[in-house]
């Protein structure tokens, strides 16, 4: 009888080959619907350093540049890694229409995530769409899209005063 894990025809012991990291490269769409104005809601969305408020996933944020945000502002966020790890993440505004779109692109090592934030009216709220293009993922789009919708329902129950779970 071979041993487990012997190649069939010579009976030798298979050694595996080490894991590679995988990257992953994806498009994730997700929309919440937040009672509260556009206005209101992309005002504090655009509010680059009042992210840790609401996003379970950034422990602090630091904006570059005095003023308002802008075309050109930058970002440095400390996020959460794996275990007790953490990641500096560099963000950039690449678009900026008040109350309608605000771009962001995201980098920490081979990750990239642009991100096209959209607020339209709906209703008395606001329909809030993120889409977001992610190229050099270590996790699964599955996951990330996981991880946007708490970072949504965070953003949401912030705003309209719900406590949430953090």
């Not at 590679?20 to 929309?31: E, N």
């Not at 945000?69 to 007790?84: F, K, N, P, V």
């Amino acid at each position: 009888m071979m041993p487990q894990g012997s190649d069939p025809a010579s009976g030798l012991p298979i050694v595996a080959e080490p894991r590679r990291a995988s990257t992953w490269s994806f498009k994730v769409v997700q929309t919440v619907i937040v009672e509260r104005p556009p206005a209101t809601v992309f005002a504090y969305r655009a509010e680059l350093a009042k992210t840790p408020e609401w996003h379970r996933g950034v422990v602090s944020a630091s904006v570059a540049s005095m003023g308002p945000t802008a075309i050109g502002t930058r970002c440095t966020e400390l996020r959460r890694g794996t275990g007790d790890s953490t990641e500096d993440w560099e963000l950039e505004v690449t678009s900026y229409e008040p109350m309608a779109v605000l771009g962001i692109s995201n980098r920490c090592g081979s990750w990239e995530v642009c991100e096209c934030h959209e607020f339209d009216g709906h209703g008395p709220g606001t329909r809030y769409t993120v889409t977001a293009e992610v190229t050099g993922s270590s996790v699964p789009g599955g996951a990330y899209q996981k991880a946007l919708v708490q970072s949504l329902l965070q953003l949401k129950w912030a705003l309209e005063g719900i406590p949430s779970h953090r």
